[in-house]
């Protein structure tokens, strides 16, 4: 198969969960209006949809070792459009949940494939470089996406938005069954066997290198999540905006991941990826310890508020590429259980730990800002520390004599 092929089906695939957050994200005030939902209703919209994303990828990681990565995205791409459909239809909150609920173990799948398949073909810095690549494409959904759900939700209403979620399904289902074949090339028949699955399950979960970049994500993602939850809040408390200026700042996000990935793989090459790694974390506290002084004197607003949205999503979305890799890398024959493990606990981690601080911040931006400068410490710490571990174990000692 061609590699930009590749590239762009795989970055396709991931796109299916930032595309069904990034596309209600902004209409989820029509939807609640229109359905008569509570404010804890409407958020729990989207913290369902990320809490099956992240336990999702522990169901369809082993059935990828064992039937394919084919086979999990006809299965990913069914849900997704029974989810879509659901949600299309809904007249009430419970097949709304519902609906979102199967778009989150669609997305789920989509990640395992799309990430197992990256395995399959490219190790090392090159699987790096092509988790790059692919999240360089995943990034055109939250930056067309927001200003696109809020115009169809306006002007057709917000059911046709998860009707064209649909139809994006399906353009995937197409390039799928006439562009690609099946990567994985010996499947591992005992995957899904409880013994077997045990044993590999310990393996991943025992990686020192595998784990330290698990809770590196999870620290990184709870930043990010805790934007993605309660950004709109965020804008309407703090600063009182409203209307299309709030998709339009949430469109910065997808151009500056793009802008990242392509500084990224430049970088990965020069620096390593564990160094662009830490360099990607310390611009983004640095951004985050300069709003929060800002708020301090009331010179916030959300325009400055946006860029620094766009400079976390930049910073945040290399970390997920190079960590995921440097995390599933020493596990290329249970590539598939790898990549589920490691998105359940740091995607899981991260959705649970932003809901914390959507909640702790209540809309208030500053709140926010000084727990996501929490985050970045923590995951600073850990890259930090593998950094000097992996200098040390190369280091080369010349005897005195």
């Given at each position: 198969?061609?590699?930009?092929?590749?590239?762009?089906?795989?970055?396709?695939?991931?796109?299916?969960?930032?595309?069904?957050?990034?596309?209600?994200?902004?209409?989820?005030?029509?939807?609640?209006?229109?359905?008569?939902?509570?404010?804890?209703?409407?958020?729990?919209?989207?913290?369902?949809?990320?809490?099956?994303?992240?336990?999702?990828?522990?169901?369809?990681?082993?059935?990828?070792?064992?039937?394919?990565?084919?086979?999990?995205?006809?299965?990913?791409?069914?849900?997704?459009?029974?989810?879509?459909?659901?949600?299309?239809?809904?007249?009430?909150?419970?097949?709304?949940?519902?609906?979102?609920?199967?778009?989150?173990?669609?997305?789920?799948?989509?990640?395992?494939?799309?990430?197992?398949?990256?395995?399959?073909?490219?190790?090392?810095?090159?699987?790096?470089?092509?988790?790059?690549?692919?999240?360089?494409?995943?990034?055109?959904?939250?930056?067309?996406?927001?200003?696109?759900?809020?115009?169809?939700?306006?002007?057709?209403?917000?059911?046709?938005?998860?009707?064209?979620?649909?139809?994006?399904?399906?353009?995937?289902?197409?390039?799928?069954?006439?562009?690609?074949?099946?990567?994985?090339?010996?499947?591992?028949?005992?995957?899904?066997?409880?013994?077997?699955?045990?044993?590999?399950?310990?393996?991943?979960?025992?990686?020192?290198?595998?784990?330290?970049?698990?809770?590196?994500?999870?620290?990184?993602?709870?930043?990010?999540?805790?934007?993605?939850?309660?950004?709109?809040?965020?804008?309407?408390?703090?600063?009182?905006?409203?209307?299309?200026?709030?998709?339009?700042?949430?469109?910065?996000?997808?151009?500056?991941?793009?802008?990242?990935?392509?500084?990224?793989?430049?970088?990965?090459?020069?620096?390593?990826?564990?160094?662009?790694?830490?360099?990607?974390?310390?611009?983004?506290?640095?951004?985050?310890?300069?709003?929060?002084?800002?708020?301090?004197?009331?010179?916030?607003?959300?325009?400055?508020?946006?860029?620094?949205?766009?400079?976390?999503?930049?910073?945040?979305?290399?970390?997920?590429?190079?960590?995921?890799?440097?995390a599933i890398d020493p596990h290329g024959r249970i590539a598939g259980l790898a990549v589920s493990i490691v998105g359940a606990l740091s995607?899981?981690?991260?959705?649970?730990?932003?809901?914390?601080?959507?909640?702790?911040?209540?809309?208030?931006?500053?709140?926010?800002?000084?727990?996501?400068?929490?985050?970045?410490?923590?995951a600073l710490a850990l890259g930090l520390w593998w950094l000097w571990h992996i200098r040390a174990a190369t280091r080369v000692t010349v005897?005195?004599?």
């Amino acid at each position: 198969m061609n590699r930009t092929f590749v590239i762009i089906y795989v970055g396709m695939l991931l796109a299916l969960t930032a595309i069904s957050i990034d596309t209600i994200l902004p209409i989820i005030g029509l939807i609640a209006a229109d359905l008569q939902l509570i404010p804890a209703e409407s958020q729990t919209v989207m913290t369902a949809l990320m809490i099956a994303v992240g336990g999702g990828q522990l169901i369809f990681g082993p059935l990828a070792d064992r039937f394919g990565r084919m086979a999990v995205t006809h299965l990913a791409l069914g849900l997704y459009v029974a989810g879509s459909l659901l949600c299309a239809t809904a007249t009430d909150f419970t097949p709304l949940l519902t609906g979102r609920v199967l778009q989150g173990l669609a997305a789920a799948a989509g990640q395992i494939a799309a990430r197992a398949i990256l395995r399959d073909l490219y190790t090392g810095v090159e699987l790096a470089r092509a988790l790059s690549g692919s999240t360089a494409v995943m990034a055109i959904a939250p930056l067309a996406s927001p200003l696109l759900g809020y115009l169809i939700a306006a002007t057709a209403g917000w059911q046709w938005t998860f009707t064209a979620l649909l139809c994006y399904a399906l353009i995937i289902f197409i390039l799928m069954r006439f562009g690609f074949r099946e990567t994985l090339t010996t499947p591992k028949y005992d995957a899904i066997k409880p013994a077997v699955l045990m044993r590999s399950c310990v393996q991943v979960l025992s990686h020192p290198q595998s784990m330290l970049f698990c809770a590196l994500l999870a620290f990184s993602s709870m930043a990010m999540f805790s934007y993605v939850i309660s950004g709109q809040y965020v804008y309407s408390k703090s600063f009182a905006t409203s209307g299309w200026l709030v998709p339009a700042l949430h469109a910065l996000l997808g151009f500056a991941v793009i802008c990242g990935q392509m500084f990224n793989r430049r970088l990965i090459l020069k620096f390593g990826t564990v160094l662009t790694t830490i360099l990607a974390l310390i611009v983004a506290m640095s951004a985050a310890i300069l709003c929060l002084a800002l708020a301090n004197y009331s010179l916030l607003n959300a325009y400055i508020f946006g860029i620094y949205a766009a400079t976390m999503a930049m910073c945040m979305m290399i970390n997920v590429s190079n960590g995921t890799a440097l995390a599933i890398d020493p596990h290329g024959r249970i590539a598939g259980l790898a990549v589920s493990i490691v998105g359940a606990l740091s995607f899981g981690g991260g959705a649970f730990g932003g809901g914390l601080i959507a909640n702790l911040a209540d809309g208030d931006a500053a709140t926010m800002l000084l727990y996501m400068i929490f985050c970045y410490v923590g995951a600073l710490a850990l890259g930090l520390w593998w950094l000097w571990h992996i200098r040390a174990a190369t280091r080369v000692t010349v005897p005195v004599t």
